[in-house]
T-cell receptor, first 113, second 115 residues
Framework: DSGVTQTPKHLITATGQRVTLRCSPRSGDLSVYWYQQSLDQGLQFLIQ???????AKGNILERFSAQQFPDLHSELNLSSLELGDSALYFC????????????FGDGTRLSIL | DQQVKQNSPSLSVQEGRISILNCDYTNSMFDYFLWYKKYPAEGPTFLIS?????DKNEDGRFTVFLNKSAKHLSLHIVPSQPGDSAVYFCAASAGGEGGSEKLVFGKGTKLTVNP
């Protein structure tokens, strides 16, 4: 158990809809990262927050947004969903932003029908 | 453009023998490297890391070797156990502006350890 909690585990929805994925980092961790894993692309970095502030952005679509709240949990919002958004979405956390491992949750599997 | 490459999609070894997983990278700015293990229906689990100032790091049965000139790293597992059967991901970071630790992952190597 990594200590990172992601909910829900599975989400099934339709094209055009909007969903919110939630992540609770390990106790004491200030950084939260979001990654997308699709079949052909592997794990791709989306966005990082540190202590409530956006720190870095990867190949995150404009239809996607995220935030980190004062209690340090984070939410990833996906809107105007397309079939290609079907993927596993992982959240990871670390204490800070220096050279240290990121610890991953078990992911949310998003299926777009 | 794949900056971190794991060229072997799968590897099969006998229990008790050595498993060697390889990873190549192209971005010379990468200075921190990690290996993760992933079981089905679980998130990646951190195994071991190495900074670019070192060429070897050991933790129990796991050793990571870094060859900066060749832009190559490898993970050695000795001795291999059936419970090591999983997908192994190599990851790298370049310590971006302000210290962001965005990880770039390879596509993974599926290790099977046969009893």
């Amino acid at each position: 158990d990594s200590g990172v909690t992601q909910t829900p585990k599975h989400l099934i929805t339709a094209t055009g809809q909007r969903v919110t994925l939630r992540c609770s980092p390990r106790s004491g961790d200030l950084s939260v990262y979001w990654y997308q894993q699709s079949l052909d692309q592997g794990l791709q970095f989306l966005i990082q927050y540190y202590n409530g502030e956006e720190r870095a952005k990867g190949n995150i679509l404009e239809r996607f947004s995220a935030q980190q709240f004062p209690d340090l949990h984070s939410e990833l919002n996906l809107s105007s969903l397309e079939l290609g958004d079907s993927a596993l979405y992982f959240c990871a956390s670390s204490v800070g932003i220096s050279r240290e491992p990121q610890h991953f949750g078990d992911g949310t599997r998003l299926s777009i029908l | 453009d794949q900056q971190v490459k794991q060229n072997s999609p799968s590897l099969s070894v006998q229990e008790g023998r050595i498993s060697i997983l390889n990873c190549d990278y192209t971005n010379s700015m990468f200075d921190y490297f990690l290996w993760y293990k992933k079981y089905p229906a679980e998130g990646p689990t951190f195994l071991i890391s190495i900074s670019s100032i070192k060429d070897k790091n050991e933790d129990g049965r796991f050793t990571v070797f870094l060859n900066k000139s060749a832009k190559h790293l490898s993970l050695h597992i000795v001795p291999s156990q059936p419970g090591d059967s999983a997908v192994y991901f190599c990851a790298a970071s370049a310590g971006g502006e302000g210290g962001s630790e965005k990880l770039v992952f390879g596509k993974g190597t599926k290790l099977t350890v046969n009893p």
